[in-house]
Every structure is written in structure tokens, then in C-alpha cells.
């Protein structure tokens, strides 16, 4: 769904000039982040302008709903709103870190709210949401982001009849709508994630700093995911073998029980062998911006630890620099990842990306994931040793 109103810029901060819900003129709004007295700067980004708009957005929906309309039955907004409270506590890592599944669940639920906020839960059914959904498609969406969508639609309901918000007919209505088929929509199919040829990823590495270089050579060597070499540290890098094994702290299929062990070669090695008296995360942005003799001039002090979207931002600089088509850092993994399957063949390059085998998830004791992962590293060993 489009923004409503207009994001601008004054003097490089943004602002949204906009009539919300239950205002009776267009007003300008500077667009604050939590507990900031400033606008969001424009090196932030538009999409985070637009995700503070949006809360300005529902914040202000929820308030303009009468009184009356509030009376008796639930109203969609306000279940909206619990079942999003519900998502921040419930979508966490097993150290109580928030995983982005409770923003993902914000964003998709958005449209329904702004079509039927102010409707009870009741009085929706499968035509309203089918209506929602064919507009999605319709948007400029790729068919898997209108599915993707949709599902959190039905997680909700799903949600809400669990907690006696809505009743079994209206569940089920929602629960009745399929999923977009390929070809069979006005949906647009993605472009898909290919995996980046070396020649372009050398030419971007003269125009990264030192550490940024190790970090996307070690992505290339060993098939992890970008959050996973973000948070890349010695002291989780059992070195006793001839194959380095890296177990990091939190990983895509932990909430599953399954294991993640990342592979490093000798190449790998000889890259991480400078980092070895290290303490913490080995690739850091204040190091990264000490080593360009740049110094920090912001409110806001360079991390000590990259995430998806700065090393994402970064590498996207560097390939503007280079001149060069840009390139995401899990496209690298899909380098990897092609390089052991056309070698040592698709159990080898499951192994390597950490992908789920048949079965994996009914691994449920500790000795049975603990020999999944013994095979998981001697599949992947043999690969890494001869390209890693």
C-alpha cells in the first residue's frame, strides 16, 4: 500500500505533509524517531521515514474510531494492535533479542488496517480480504511479498480466534483465501537472488576498507548468511581442526532445534589468522571508519558490530565507487553455494548453506542433533578444505 501524503525533505531531515485520520486539513509532520526532539536525518532513508509515517498513521487511526463504534464487539484496530503487542514479546531469539518477524507482521497488516481498522472483526469476511489481496497484487508486489503478506493476514486471525477476538466463521473465511500461483495473477514474479561473479566482487573490495575486504572474502569463501558473518567472533570458532568450525549465537532455524555449523577453509583461515587475539565481534563499523581516516561527526557513534542492512549499505557504496552493477551480500552465499554444488553436488551445498534436509525437523533430543551436525560438518569439511 502507498504511503498517504507526501514525504519531503527540510534542510535534510524528513517530514510528511499529510491529512491524517480524523483531521480536518492537510498538516506537516516532522517525522521523529522514538525518543528523538529531531527529524530523521535523510542519511537514514526513506523507508525509515515511512515506517515512523505509518505508525504516525495508525496511531492516529485508532483515535478517530467514535466511541460508539468501540461499544460491544472488537474493532479490527484494536486487535490489531494486541496481536502486534503479542508479536514484539513472542518473535524473539533464545537470548531475548527481537527477530524483525513482529516488523514484518506490522507492515503486512497495514493495508488492513487502513481498508478496515474501523470495522469490527466480525464483520469481515472473505470477500473483503480477497479485494485487499488483488490489490496487493495489483501495487507492484512481487507475487512471494503479496503471499508473504497474506499469510501474516491469516497468522493473525488465526491469533485473534485463539484469544476469542473473532469468531470460527470469519477464520475460516480469511484461512479460505489461496495463495498466488506463478503466472496466474497480476502479481510480478521477483527477480530472484543469483549468486555474484568474482570479477565484480574484486573490483568492488578496492573500495572497502581493510576489515569490510576480510569480511566479504571470508562471506565469499564460506556460504554464511550475512547475519551470520555480521556476527562473526573468535571465541565461537572452535580452531582445532583442519576445518575451522564457526557456531553462531543465533541463527534462521534455532527456534526449530536444528544446528548451525559454518564451515571455514584454510583460505578462510589464513584471513581470519590477523583477527585471532580479537574479543567480540571481529568486523566492526567504528573500525571500519578508523581505518578511512574518517572521523565521526554525527550525534550517533559508529556500532561495534555490523547488522544485514549496514553491511547491505556499505557494499552498495562501494559498488557505486567501483562502478560497477550492485550486488547484495547473500548474493555471495549463492556464490559459494554454486561453487560446491557443481563440485561436490547438492547434499555437499546443503551442508555448506545450512539448509534443511528431509526430516530435519523432527530432530527434537540433544544426542540426535548433536550427530546431525557431526554429518553436517564432514559433508561440508571435504568441500571446504579443497574451494574454502
Not at 514484518?104 to 464483520?123: M, Q, T, Y
Not at 550475512?226 to 572452535?238: F, H, K, N, Q, Y
Not at 546443503?350 to 557431526?374: F, M, P, W
Request: proline share 5%; with cysteine; hydrophobic share 35%.
Amino acid at each position: 500500500m502507498r504511503l498517504p501524503g507526501t514525504l519531503w525533505l527540510n534542510r535534510g531531515r524528513w517530514n510528511w505533509r499529510v491529512k491524517l485520520p480524523g483531521q480536518d486539513r492537510r498538516r506537516n509532520y516532522p517525522l521523529r524517531p522514538p525518543g528523538g526532539n529531531l527529524a530523521l536525518t535523510e542519511s537514514k532513508g526513506r523507508d525509515v521515514a515511512e515506517s515512523i509515517a505509518w505508525r504516525l498513521w495508525e496511531s492516529a487511526s485508532r483515535k478517530s474510531v467514535p466511541a460508539s463504534a468501540r461499544e460491544g464487539e472488537r474493532i479490527l484496530d484494536d486487535v490489531v494492535g494486541l496481536f502486534l503487542a503479542w508479536a514484539h514479546s513472542y518473535y524473539r531469539h533464545d537470548d531475548g533479542t527481537p527477530t524483525r518477524e513482529a516488523t514484518n507482521c506490522e507492515i503486512a497488516l497495514r493495508l488492513l488496517r487502513s481498508a478496515h481498522g474501523s470495522k469490527p472483526v466480525n464483520d469481515i469476511g472473505y470477500h473483503d480480504v480477497l479485494r485487499l489481496r488483488d490489490e496487493l497484487a495489483q501495487s507492484g508486489l512481487t507475487r512471494s511479498t503479496v503471499n508473504q503478506r497474506v499469510g501474516v493476514w491469516k497468522r493473525f486471525f488465526a491469533w485473534a480466534l485463539d484469544n476469542r477476538y473473532c469468531s470460527a466463521t470469519v477464520k475460516s473465511e480469511v484461512w479460505a483465501m489461496g495463495a498466488l500461483k506463478r503466472g496466474r495473477s497480476a502479481a510480478k514474479e521477483g527477480p530472484g537472488v543469483g549468486p555474484v561473479p568474482h570479477r565484480i566482487v574484486k573490483k568492488t573490495l578496492a573500495h572497502l576498507p581493510p576489515s569490510l575486504q576480510s569480511m566479504v572474502r571470508v562471506h565469499e569463501l564460506c556460504g554464511a548468511r550475512p547475519g551470520e558473518v555480521c556476527s562473526l567472533a573468535m571465541e565461537r570458532i572452535d580452531t582445532r581442526h583442519d576445518v575451522w568450525i564457526y557456531r553462531p549465537k543465533i541463527h534462521k532455524s534455532q527456534h526449530k532445534g536444528r544446528p548451525r555449523v559454518v564451515c571455514l577453509g584454510p583460505r578462510a583461515q589464513k584471513i581470519l589468522a590477523q583477527y585471532r587475539n580479537s574479543t567480540g565481534t571481529i568486523f566492526r563499523p567504528d573500525v571500519a571508519m578508523s581505518e578511512r581516516g574518517r572521523k565521526h561527526t554525527g550525534k550517533r557513534a559508529p556500532g561495534n558490530a555490523y547488522d544485514g542492512r549496514s553491511y547491505a549499505q556499505a557494499v552498495k557504496y562501494a559498488c557505486r565507487a567501483a562502478g560497477v552493477e550492485p550486488w547484495a551480500p547473500n548474493q555471495l552465499r549463492h556464490a559459494c553455494g554454486t561453487r560446491v554444488r557443481k563440485r561436490y553436488g547438492a547434499d555437499a551445498a546443503r551442508a555448506v548453506l545450512g539448509h534443511a534436509r528431509e526430516g530435519a525437523s523432527r530432530i527434537t533430543d540433544r544426542y540426535t542433533s548433536e550427530a546431525l551436525e557431526r554429518e553436517i560438518v564432514a559433508m561440508a569439511s571435504k568441500a571446504m578444505l579443497a574451494i574454502g
